[in-house]
């Protein structure tokens, strides 16, 4: 009771005093922000602490520049680093509330679109758990990613809130603002290059604090707003043009008004444009005038200043950073590169041609004409020193944000093995030759905190009474959990946590009117709708399952929910089209009377980092289908696989690692290895070639066209039987038989639950911590340090 009182109280006082709530007439939001202050509180001075401990050891810091943070809900992950789980549960219980159901009023924050935003979220929350003194830097988005909900199958956006209601976790910094500036012109003042820019926003910062595990250190996360100069023009007001009046502050806003949804496909808009440079820019002049509060010597940059790029999307850094050195801060030309270079590193997250990012020479004249001038001038500086060499930083009257990211970094990592040695083969092949020490790996990884301990209460609980706590920080300890493996008691527990995840599960989707049997097998493919994913090659599989059981219901077939989950790009329209189809198909075949208890398709509206939370503790099978050599990782892999989950999965991204830790025998491998897809799609009609020897292929594929599931869906079998450029038919034999081998091991629950504790135990290496220390040995050169 003692150990509670003050931090109830901390509770009921800020309902009373920070949100002026009766108790008797508090609801759920109020209740939620009410603990949200309190546990704000907690974090203020650790955070505090952090900040002055990194100034008086004069610590380097890391500045991580990314346009998303997926960051999901707030209140539960801050209430389990500082340990406070326990006593809110008994708060809460005493109020007469369920404390999960006060944790789920917060929205989602979503501020990204898929794994890159992910990926930062996690990243953040690791630097914190280690104490690598370090500032994330991002867009404070008034909505973030659209809200899916399906329409007669399709789906339909709508725009995202989470700004409509007080946000607790943030403090609003009117003093830190930057006056950024766009177009106009540059002139030459006695050698000196001045810009003058035509238009200009004010970027203010908000700063929410991430706390790390146990609360021992925290970072922040700034995130620019847009604001206008000049909030109102009195003048056209008082001569009766009320909406002119606000005009200049609604173009300004619009800047940080809305994410970008895409996900690898460059739209190539002036806006977006102007988003990059606008929160890198501000980024920079703030990390140069924190650097200057504490130093005099620019030289010293590089030591204490590591800033990472978050794909290209921040890569305007380059020129930036050298205008300000050499335009503002008067170092020579050639130093002004150097000291840029040395600071800068640039992470790859995909290679498919259409997601590298281009931006015409014309518009970049016209937005950010100083910046175009310093390209020429350090892509001229490239020739110099690679006279022979061949691809430049311009090409086709566009300038490669590519090239440009990776001249200007000292080193460029991809996010799995495979990726980087792809990176080097491929899209970097001509400037890894020319600076063969720039490019590193760092695979990635996932934070255990949000996506074991929190996310996965029976599992987690049943890991520390077996191994302790300590696995939490340091992951691989999971290993302890290896001999465990062969313990039938064990196993039977932790079959127990699975089945208990399922049926919480089962419960959910029930109350969304998509019944499901708890003891089927679920099977779960979540992630971004695209082509290379293969959402299609998974629904075409359902499909020819199905057309099994009918041809023999009697059969001994293994139950099975098929998951799915994900947004597509609203201007995708393939990715659309497979929406619609996976939403038909579950359609037909939940209503199907015959076979509706042995195979189920869900497919729950609005996959979000929160939905993932649920997911995942329950899947049995984590579906990681992509063609060879598109992924450049994946993360869910992960989070799976350390939830017990077995993946079916091509040799592709970070699959690779995975099955190389878990173990072949854990693990259910299909599918052709990026060098066989690159062969097979030199074969003249590859896939009609692949329909033709697979009769099960060609009656799935006839279903469809025949209109089984409805009409309109020509356009996917056209695809797939023609130019198939990602495999779907050329891969099907094989995951279907892939398919067929993991009902076998299914059958066996002992010899299942034994492979799922393998894949938990041998999964450590893929925390996020492993991977932050990794940046910070081999491309940061930064130290952990402890608050004092
Ligand atoms: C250019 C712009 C429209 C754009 C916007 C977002 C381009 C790309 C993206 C997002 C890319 C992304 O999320 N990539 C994923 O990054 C993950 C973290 O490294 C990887 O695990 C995953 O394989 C990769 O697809």
């Not at 700063?207 to 847009?226: K, S, V, Y």
């Not at 074991?452 to 077996?466: C, F, K, Y």
């Not at 042995?598 to 503790?617: C, D, F, G, H, S």
């Not at 990026?674 to 896939?687: D, F, I, K, L, M």
Request: hydrophobic share 40%; with cysteine; glycine share 6%.
């Amino acid at each position: 009771m003692s150990a509670t009182n003050g931090f109830r109280d901390d509770i009921l006082r800020h309902l009373k005093y920070s949100l002026g709530k009766d108790e008797a007439h508090a609801q759920r939001t109020d209740w939620r922000l009410a603990l949200s202050f309190a546990v704000r509180d907690r974090i203020v001075d650790p955070w505090f602490a952090s900040t002055r401990t990194a100034y008086a050891r004069q610590a380097k810091r890391v500045y991580y520049l990314s346009m998303e943070f997926l960051i999901g809900r707030l209140l539960e992950d801050a209430t389990v680093n500082l340990g406070l789980m326990d006593q809110a549960d008994a708060i809460f219980d005493e109020l007469g509330f369920d404390l999960k159901d006060v944790l789920s009023d917060e929205p989602d924050a979503a501020l990204g679109n898929g794994g890159l935003g992910r990926l930062a979220a996690c990243f953040l929350e690791s630097m914190s758990t280690i104490g690598c003194p370090a500032y994330g830097y991002g867009i404070r988005y008034e909505h973030g990613l659209f809200k899916q909900s399906f329409h007669e199958g399709r789906q339909m956006e709508a725009p995202e809130d989470w700004l409509n209601q007080i946000h607790a976790w943030e403090f609003e910094r009117p003093e830190s603002a930057f006056r950024i500036g766009f177009g106009g012109e540059v002139r030459d003042e006695h050698g000196r290059a001045v810009w003058t820019p035509s238009e200009a926003v004010i970027a203010e910062a908000y700063d929410t604090p991430i706390i790390g595990w146990q609360g021992r250190w925290a970072n922040t996360l700034r995130l620019w707003a847009a604001k206008p100069e000049n909030m109102f023009d009195l003048g056209r007001f008082n001569a009766g043009d009320f909406y002119g009046a606000a005009e200049a502050e609604a173009l300004a806003r619009t800047i940080s008004r809305v994410l970008y949804p895409d996900d690898t496909t460059d739209e190539g808009k002036r806006l977006r444009l102007k988003q990059e440079f606008f929160f890198t820019a501000a980024s920079l002049r703030d990390i140069l005038r924190r650097f200057k509060s504490e130093y005099s010597d620019l030289n010293l940059l590089p030591k204490k200043v590591a800033i990472q790029l978050n794909d290209t999307h921040p890569a305007i850094a380059g020129p930036e950073l050298v205008r300000l050195l050499h335009d503002e801060q008067n170092l020579a030309l050639e130093d002004a590169i150097a000291i840029a270079r040395n600071c800068l590193s640039y992470t790859n997250h995909t290679l498919l041609p259409e997601a590298l990012e281009r931006w015409s020479e014309g518009l970049m004249w016209d937005l950010l004409p100083r910046h175009m001038q310093l390209i020429e001038a350090i892509d001229a500086d490239h020739q110099r020193s690679h006279p022979d060499r061949k691809v430049a930083m311009r090409g086709d009257g566009d300038v490669l944000m590519g090239p440009l990211a990776f001249g200007m970094a000292h080193k460029v990592n991809g996010v799995s093995a495979l990726h980087t040695d792809l990176m080097k083969k491929t899209v970097f092949e001509e400037l890894h030759r020319l600076h063969p020490e720039r490019i590193v790996n760092q695979t990635n990884g996932v934070t255990p905190r949000r996506w074991v301990q929190a996310a996965n209460p029976r599992l987690s609980g049943l890991i520390t009474e077996a191994i302790g706590d300590a696995w939490i920080e340091d992951l691989e300890q999971l290993e302890k959990l290896v001999p465990l493996a062969d313990d039938a008691a064990f196993r039977e527990r932790f079959d127990a946590a699975k089945r208990a995840n399922k049926a919480d599960l089962a419960q959910y989707f029930s109350e969304r009117d998509m019944p499901v049997d708890p003891d089927a097998m679920f099977d779960v493919q979540i992630k971004r709708i695209h082509e290379y994913k293969r959402q299609h090659l998974n629904i075409l599989e359902t499909i020819a399952l199905w057309q099994a059981i009918r041809d023999d219901p009697q059969g001994d077939w293994v139950p099975r929910v098929k998951i799915f989950g994900g947004k597509a790009a609203p201007g995708y329209f393939f990715a659309k089209e497979i929406i619609h189809l996976i939403n038909a198909v579950a359609d037909k075949i939940n209503a199907d009377p015959d076979t509706s208890h042995l195979l189920k398709v869900a497919y729950p509206a609005n996959y979000n980092v929160t939905l993932a939370e649920r997911l995942i503790p329950a899947a049995e099978l984590s579906e990681q289908i992509s063609t060879a050599g598109k992924e450049a990782s994946g993360t869910g892999n992960m989070k799976f696989s350390l939830n017990g989950a077995l993946t079916i999965g091509t040799l592709d991204g970070a699959n690779v690692e995975i099955r190389n830790l878990v173990g072949a025998e854990n693990f259910f491998l299909f599918g052709m290895d990026a060098s066989e897809v690159v062969a097979r799609r030199a074969v003249e009609g590859h896939a009609a070639q692949a329909i033709e020897a697979d009769p099960r292929l060609a009656r799935a594929l006839d279903a469809v066209r025949s209109g089984t599931f409805g009409e309109g869906f020509e356009g996917i079998v056209d695809n797939v039987s023609g130019h198939d450029y990602f495999l779907v038919a050329s891969d099907f034999t094989d995951f279907y038989r892939a398919q067929r081998d993991v009902e076998t091991a299914y059958r066996d629950r002992d010899a299942w639950i034994r492979m799922a504790v393998l894949n938990t135990a041998r999964s450590g290496w893929f925390s996020s911590d492993r991977t932050i220390r990794g940046y910070m040995d081999d491309i940061w050169h930064a130290r952990a340090i402890a608050a004092e």
